[in-house]
């Protein structure tokens, strides 16, 4: 298929701030409406003159969409040969549809943990799988030249499974906009990041093949060392079994005049992560409550304690193109001889205790080699790190829904004379709904005076008579006059239903009826992303109008922990047999109970055929769901009948907007679930979960049109 680039008009420029110690920074021009845009295709641009100038973690994204999709927003690094069109990929940020809001000046705060370390040289870029106009720009003479992202071995432009594909590491080749018909000219692009002082620590948190221990040990991973002052706010890893273990820091303690001792340590802190947030088999992240961060120092060490005999932390042999860091195991004093420490030792391990280490290789079963350990954490400037700094009292906060408001307060560096410290409120973080549960905040101002150290301000609470889980929403400080935000920079909010009334089950999709088209006409994997799960419990039934008598999957999916739009993880799956599929009529499926799917709230119903033929009855409209359709990473073609087949819980798939494929949406589908409470369902394990995203609504319906 020929490919090309269309440009609107344009406009970019930089804005730096010389860095200094501590310092912070912006990249990227003004962000406002503009008459063009970046381009109305797929593709991924680097901006290569939007040049990071400080050294720091990236805490937000402004941008001003002119269309609601998902994107990833980049930061690359130009490989050592100083090839201009060769680049690494140093960090993605991958920003979902709910934070893309059209034609306003929109901000993505980046969860901590998701944050991108970055180098003074480093440059922004974008990649968008859609092909529709998305980010504003214009032509100017002050703006940033584009160099577009191509295959190298094709010299095509990326595919999108190719887009979805670039990660931390990631190698790309380009070429300017104006060698495939784009803009010649310098252009500014409404595009912007924040950089704050921090650094990040430890290899990139993936699964692995090996494991870093299968026995009760503490580890100093030597090699994995702190590059700036700051306090840990999160621990990323990969764990293998759900065990509690200990997070550690460690300082290398001087002896006399012989410089550094590479056996003996100091604890620097602990902390100690619970079973509750060690899920395996996934990437988790343990955010620090702010009275137990740890203060690091430039040239501290991480490192992990478990108490357990089973594997727990990912890790591989490190390899020249992947190094890694040497390990030191924690001993006895070593008096009589040195052996590992018990479980009660490992236990009374606390700050401030001093440790004796010897080489991995000194153990019985220990290893000489350099491993890459799936566990890093992030480091960032604590309050008071710089002058005119603001923060949340607290980073966390709790009311009754029947209370009417909460009362929240910003503290500030007594060192400042004056700062007006924007407010709002990000409504697409929590599960609690904007306008029916808390009054949204788009901007507000609070003035904090010179003789002042704190403000305070209410954010209204919204009590109903529905029968609810409780229920989280954001606050997040924008910005502040003085210049700089520290952590923490947002505070979540729980709202706890206190209504004496039990909780109930829930219906996902719109009225099951005959409708004017089909679903689709060829086999595929649609998730409906809009047919969202209001409540928890379990999938007692099915129901849906067929147009023919065809078998079929009905399916949960769950989006992944990076909350990409575009993968999923199939929760569940029901096999609905062709003797339940009478065509032309509204079917019920009851499900058995040992196959009743459990569900969580923000999960999104699904359908996977087999078939080149219609199924489903459906018609587009604008109160449909938008579709995601399953693709293969190695043909990026929909999944054959045999990938279908094969589809189980556990499986991670990787999806297109049905606009791509061109086919059209939204979509209303004629099909639904019931869901239960536990006590009503089959008695299988059910736990409250507060999702990221919760779209309420009883009678949900969806449709997908293929062509």
């Known amino acids: 298929m020929a490919m090309y680039l269309r440009w609107g008009f344009l406009l970019v420029a930089v804005l730096v701030v010389t860095p200094t110690v501590n310092s912070e920074c912006s990249v990227g021009q003004e962000v406002a409406n503009r008459s063009g845009y970046l381009s109305d295709f797929a593709t991924a641009i680097v901006l290569v003159d939007n040049v990071i100038s400080c050294d720091g973690i990236i805490t937000s994204w402004q941008f001003w969409p002119k269309n609601s999709f998902s994107f990833k927003a980049l930061v ?226 991480i490192g992990i304690a478990h108490y357990d005999d089973g594997p727990v932390i990912a890790a591989d042999a490190a390899d020249a193109s992947n190094p890694g860091t040497f390990h030191q195991v924690v001993v006895n004093s070593c008096q009589l001889q040195c052996r590992i420490l018990t479980e009660s030792e490992i236990g009374n391990l606390e700050l401030g205790s001093t440790i004796t280490t010897v080489s991995s290789a000194d153990i019985s079963g220990g290893s000489s080699s350099s491993f890459q350990v799936s566990l890093s954490a992030e480091v960032i400037m604590p309050p008071y790190s710089t002058t005119g700094s603001v923060w949340f009292s607290k980073s966390l906060h709790q009311i009754s829904e029947s209370r009417g408001s909460i009362t929240l307060t910003i503290e500030t560096n007594p060192s400042i004379t004056l700062t007006t410290v924007e407010i709002q409120t990000a409504d697409s973080r929590g599960t609690a709904r904007a306008g029916t549960d808390y009054t949204p905040i788009s901007s507000k101002l609070v003035e904090i005076g010179p003789s002042q150290t704190s403000k305070s301000f209410s954010v209204s609470i919204l009590p109903d008579e529905e029968e609810e889980y409780d229920e989280t929403f954001v606050v997040a400080i924008v910005s502040s006059t003085s210049g700089a935000v520290s952590e923490p920079k947002e505070t979540t909010i729980t709202i706890v239903d206190d209504d004496e009334s039990s909780k109930t089950g829930c219906s996902i999709g719109h009225e099951v009826e005959d409708r004017t088209v089909e679903f689709s006409h060829h086999r595929l994997v649609a998730v409906l992303q809009d047919n969202a799960v209001p409540c928890e419990g379990l999938v007692t039934k099915w129901e849906f109008w067929p147009h023919k008598s065809a078998s079929f999957k009905a399916v949960v999916f769950r989006q992944t922990e990076s909350a990409n739009t575009a993968m999923w993880k199939i929760i569940g799956v029901n096999d609905i047999p062709v003797s339940s599929v009478v065509a032309n009529k509204k079917n019920t499926y009851i499900v058995p109970a040992g196959d009743r799917i459990e569900v969580k709230r923000g999960d999104v119903i699904g359908i996977a055929q087999y078939d080149d033929n219609p199924l489903l009855a459906s018609d587009l409209s604008e109160t449909g769901t938008t579709l995601y359709v399953a693709y293969s990473t190695e043909t990026s073609e929909i999944l054959s009948e045999s990938e279908i087949t094969d589809l189980k819980p556990g499986s991670i798939i990787k999806t297109v907007t049905i606009e791509t494929l061109g086919g059209a949406g939204p979509l209303l589908v004629s099909f639904s679930a019931e869901v239960e409470p536990e006590s009503q369902g089959n008695g299988a394990s059910h736990y409250l979960y507060q999702s990221w995203m919760t779209i309420f609504f009883a009678s949900v319906s969806t449709l997908i049109y293929l062509y």
């Open 76 to 301: 690359l690094r130009q490989l050592a040969d100083g090839n201009p069109s060769s680049w690494t990929v140093i960090g993605t940020n991958d920003i979902p549809v709910s934070d893309v809001v059209p034609n306003q000046k929109s901000t993505y705060i980046v969860p901590v943990g998701d944050r991108i370390e970055v180098q003074n040289g480093d440059v922004i870029g974008i990649a968008q799988y859609h092909v529709n106009p998305l980010i504003a720009a214009g032509s100017t003479g002050s703006g940033t030249l584009l160099h577009v992202a191509i295959n190298a071995q094709t010299s095509n432009l990326l595919t999108n499974g190719e887009i979805f594909s670039l990660t931390p590491g990631s190698t790309i080749s380009t070429v300017t906009s104006q060698s495939i018909g784009g803009a010649a000219e310098p252009l500014q692009v409404s595009l912007s990041a924040n950089v704050e002082p921090g650094c990040s620590v430890g290899q990139q948190v993936v699964n692995r093949g090996g494991i870093l221990s299968n026995v009760r040990i503490a580890m100093v991973l030597i090699d994995n060392t702190v590059s700036c002052n700051g306090v840990i706010a999160s621990w990323q890893y990969w764990p293998k079994q759900s065990f509690p273990f200990k997070a550690i820091v460690f300082r290398q303690v001087l002896t006399g005049t012989t410089g550094g001792s590479t056996s003996t340590w100091n604890i620097i802190g602990i902390n100690d992560i619970p079973a509750s947030n060690v899920i395996a088999n996934k990437i988790n992240r343990y955010n620090i409550p702010t009275g137990d961060r740890i203060e690091v120092q430039t040239g501290d060490v």
